[in-house]
């Protein structure tokens, strides 16, 4: 049974995991896209582009394939941990392989697959390389989304009650966004080129599976855990969270998946493209490398100290009643995005990121927290696939491909230092972001009507039932 109050070691287990986890989802999400342009897509011809995919397409399709992988992994895994009741194997060797696979990309090169492949077409040279990439980040994903999203995720609402969740999440974001700062302080050297992609992509693989070799230590199974005494095959637990039955007597957990799957697929509009867009449009927009003046630095620091209070006075809110903090927050998204979709200059990039981020990072903590408290005890593993399709399915194939499409209609170009014009993102793609934001007040206007309020079994009545 789940108890008020974490361990020390559970809370340092969870934010071990969780920044390493957010390590390698940041590696995939972020700089596997700028691999692309940068590593795979460099020095290569307009006749070599013109024979392949466009970089947007290939970072598209990418990320809708991993999506994929990652529900059906999560489905299959996450339904599996809960007949084998074993979350900790299945978190520390998926760490450990997940690791593993992220380092193997610093063996993808252009003349690696011409070589294995025996290549010689420039145009076949660069689509083979760019399917390899592809086929490697769903190897990557079935790793990720075995340890992290099924076992890992399913592991957390074991052991937490409602009572901690809204806590717990609130510092999982700050854990998920050291891990991307983390991610992307080292990121920025194979950015510029000044540490190659094959050292990062394997120091970060190491670090990634010495987490997992110490999960073999640290992770506990929750003692006395809640199981449902519902006897059932694995196929049919496999297909529980689509059952009409389940649907309705769980409404409220689809429409917070709903609501926070609006908000995700806004938000994968443009966030895999987003550090392509700062190196190749908004940077040399603002004067270059000159960009980060006294004046630009004060705004960071002003816009990141509202951030912080902005995050902690509406989460005051929402621990006393969700919707004083969910309706905010659902305002401020597409505001910010809006602002961020009329101009490339840094100060307008910066206070227009204030509401977008302040929004999705409180919608986040607050659905990710009812989500947990509305999952059916018992069944924390079977509803993770479900979580999956909301939360990365359809964000991931939508979004990305909604940037995809902006992008394109905006044809904003630039030429590499050979003089061949690729194309690159536009802050088009943020309307389109502020525009599917919008449709996040259709599940929440439902979601507030029913109430976030969930009676919690104490130690006592769980096993009397």
């Known amino acids: 049974m789940a108890k008020e109050k974490l361990s020390k070691r559970n809370w340092f287990t969870i934010c071990l995991f969780s920044f390493m986890g957010g390590v390698a989802w940041n590696v995939e999400n972020m700089y596997f896209n700028t691999f692309l342009y940068n590593s795979v897509y460099a020095n290569t011809s307009s006749a070599a582009q013109a024979g392949s995919m466009a970089p947007t397409t290939a970072i598209s399709r990418m990320v809708a394939l991993s999506a994929i992988a990652a529900v059906v992994t999560t489905f299959i895994m996450g339904t599996l941990s809960d007949k084998l009741k074993n979350r900790r194997l299945f978190i520390s060797v998926g760490y450990i392989f997940w690791g593993v696979v992220t380092g193997m990309f610093g063996l993808i090169t252009k003349e690696n697959v ?10 076949k040279i660069l689509t083979a390389t760019v399917w390899v990439v592809i086929i490697m980040d769903i190897i990557m994903t079935f790793m990720g989304s075995t340890s992290n999203d099924a076992a890992f995720n399913a592991w957390v609402t074991d052991i937490t009650t409602p009572k901690i969740r809204p806590i717990l999440e609130t510092v999982l974001q700050v854990v998920v966004f050291a891990s991307a700062g983390a991610v992307m302080g080292v990121g920025s050297f ?34 006395n855990r809640i199981v449902s005494e519902e006897k059932s095959s694995y196929w049919a637990d496999l297909f529980y969270g689509f059952k009409p039955s389940a649907i309705k007597e769980n409404s409220r957990l689809y429409l917070t998946l709903f609501a926070i799957g609006f908000a995700t697929v806004a938000y994968q509009v443009f966030f895999p493209y987003l550090l392509v867009y700062l190196q190749y449009v908004v940077i040399p927009a603002n004067g270059g490398d000159k960009f980060l003046t006294p004046s630009v630095i004060v705004t960071a620091v002003i816009v990141v100290a509202l951030l912080v209070a902005g995050v902690v006075i509406l989460l005051k809110l929402g621990n006393k009643n969700k919707t004083f903090c969910l309706v905010p927050s659902a305002i401020f998204m597409p505001i910010g995005l809006f602002l961020l979709s009329t101009s490339t200059n840094i100060k307008v990039v910066l206070i227009g990121i204030l509401p977008a981020a302040l929004g999705f990072v409180l919608m ?4 990710n927290a009812a989500i947990k408290d509305f999952i059916p005890v018992g069944k924390a593993g079977l509803f993770q696939g479900i979580r999956m399709i909301f939360v990365v399915l ?18 904003v170009t630039y030429k590499n230092e050979y003089g061949v014009e690729t194309l690159v993102p536009s802050s088009n793609m943020f309307l389109y972001a502020a525009i599917v934001a919008l449709f996040v007040f259709v599940p929440l206007f439902f979601l507030i009507k029913k109430g976030f309020k969930v009676e919690e079994l104490n130690a006592n009545e769980a096993e009397s039932e």
Do not use: W
């Open 190 to 223: 194979a950015q510029a080129g000044k540490v190659s992609y094959q050292s990062f992509f394997i120091i970060l693989g190491i670090v990634v599976s010495l987490c997992g070799i110490a999960g073999l230590f640290l992770i506990r199974e929750p003692e």
């Open 364 to 367: 986040t903590i607050q659905l």
């Open 394 to 411: 359809i964000p991931m194939i939508a979004g990305p491909y909604l940037g995809d499409l902006a992008c394109r209609n905006s044809a």
């Open 114 to 123: 011409a070589g294995l492949l025996h290549l010689t077409d420039e145009a």
